[in-house]
C-alpha cells in the first residue's frame, strides 16, 4: 500500500467540545497564573520546581491552544525573568559563568527557551524584541548534524551527541513567523534541524556514546503523550517536519516518516489518539532548601490541570487534532512531489 493510501484511508475524527470536561482545571491554572503567589515564584525562578511553577501552567494551557487565557502580567513578569537571568548563553564550562552563578538553576537552555518562545509569541510578544539573545542562541548551538544537547558536556565530546529532546522545541520555535522576515541565520537553523529529524526518522536515538540512553529512551517516543512540554514523541516530530516542508517548500524522502506513519496508522485506525504514557512520570526536580540553595528532590509535584490532561488511556484532542494536520500535510506535500519516493 502506498504512503498516500495509507494516509487518505484513516478517518477525521469528531472533536468538538473535547476540551469542556477539563474546564474547572483550565480555569484553576488561568487563576493560578493570576495570583501574586505565581508573581511570587517567578520571582524565585522562572523554570523551577517542575511541574508545577508558573512555566508549566503556561506551557500547557499553550498546549491546549489557551495561550489567549494566560494572564497578561505573568508574561509580563516571565519575560522580565527570563531577560535578568545572568547570563544570556549556555555555558559549555563551569569557568565561563560569573563568580557566584548556580549553574543548576541560573542559566537557561535549549528546549526550555524553545518552549517558553512560543508560549510568548502566542501571548503576543514580540520575542525577537523582547529577548534579542534568544534567536541567536539556537543557531550558536546547532551541532554538526543539526541537533542540539540541553547537556553542556555533548559539546565537549569527539563524537556528535545531539539530542531529539533539546532539538525539537527549538525548531518548532524557529519556524514561527514569516519565512520573508527570517534572517539567512534562522532560514540555515531550520533546514538543518528538519534534516536532523529526516536523518533520525522522527524514532530512532542517538548513535553516540555519550547520549547512548536516548536509544533506550526512543523506545518510548512511538507511544504518544501529552502534554509533551519539552519532551518529545513521534507525533509532535511529524508535526513539525511537515510544518517545516510546508513553510519552505522544502521536501524530504518517505524513509523519514514511512515507519512512524504505518505505527500510528496501525495502533490508532480510527484516527483518535490514545495516550499511552507519561513522559515526565520519573523525573525529579529542584527545590529550594531553607538555606537558599536548590536541592534535588526525586518526587516533582504536578497540578490539575497537568494531571487532567495526561491520563494514560485517555483521548487526546491536541494530539488527535495534530496527527490529523499532519496526515493532510502530508497528502498535500505527496501530491507536490516534495514526500520523495524510497
Not at 488561568?30 to 501574586?36: I, Q, R
Request: glycine share 6%.
Amino acid at each position: 500500500m502506498t504512503l498516500r493510501d495509507r494516509l487518505s484511508r484513516i478517518p477525521e475524527p469528531e472533536l468538538t467540545g473535547a476540551l469542556d470536561p477539563i474546564e474547572p482545571a483550565i480555569a484553576a491554572s488561568v487563576d493560578y497564573l493570576a495570583s501574586d503567589a505565581a508573581l511570587r515564584s517567578l520571582e524565585v525562578d522562572t523554570y523551577w520546581p517542575k511541574w508545577d511553577s508558573p512555566w508549566w501552567h503556561m506551557v500547557v494551557l499553550h498546549e491546549l491552544g489557551l495561550a489567549h487565557r494566560i494572564p497578561a502580567r505573568v508574561v509580563t513578569r516571565m519575560v522580565e525573568g527570563l531577560d535578568a537571568l545572568p547570563i544570556h548563553f549556555f555555558p559549555l564550562r563551569l569557568d565561563e559563568l560569573p563568580p557566584g552563578t548556580d549553574p543548576a538553576v541560573e542559566i537557561s537552555c535549549h528546549c526550555a527557551l524553545g518552549c517558553m518562545y512560543q508560549v510568548l509569541t502566542a501571548c503576543g510578544v514580540d520575542v525577537a524584541r523582547a529577548l534579542p539573545w534568544v534567536e541567536a542562541w539556537f543557531p550558536r548551538y546547532q551541532m554538526a548534524d543539526g541537533g542540539l544537547n540541553c547537556d553542556s558536556d555533548a559539546y565537549l565530546v569527539d563524537e556528535c551527541a545531539s539530542s531529539m529532546v533539546g532539538t525539537v522545541a527549538p525548531l518548532e520555535a524557529m519556524l514561527l513567523g514569516r519565512v520573508e522576515d527570517w534572517s539567512p541565520a534562522r532560514r540555515a537553523f531550520v533546514d538543518r534541524a528538519a534534516g536532523f529529524l529526516v536523518a533520525r526518522e522522527l524514532r530512532l536515538g542517538s548513535p553516540s556514546a555519550h547520549n547512548a540512553e536516548e536509544r533506550t529512551s526512543a523506545i518510548g517516543w512511538l507511544k504518544p503523550c501529552f502534554p509533551r512540554l519539552y519532551l518529545y514523541d513521534v507525533i509532535r516530530g511529524l508535526a513539525a517536519l511537515v510544518r517545516w516542508a510546508e513553510v519552505t517548500g522544502g521536501a524530504f524522502p518517505e524513509t523519514a516518516v514511512r515507519v512512524v506513519v504505518e505505527h500510528l496508522a496501525t495502533t490508532f485506525p480510527d484516527g483518535v489518539i490514545r495516550l499511552q504514557r507519561r513522559a515526565y512520570d520519573g523525573v525529579g526536580t529542584r527545590v529550594k532548601a531553607p538555606d537558599g540553595t536548590w536541592v534535588r528532590h526525586p518526587v516533582a509535584s504536578t497540578f490539575p490541570l497537568l494531571d487532567a490532561t495526561s491520563a494514560i488511556g485517555r483521548a487526546c484532542p491536541v494530539t488527535t487534532a495534530q496527527w490529523s494536520r499532519a496526515r493532510r500535510g502530508l497528502l498535500a506535500l505527496i501530491d507536490a512531489g516534495r514526500v520523495l519516493p524510497a
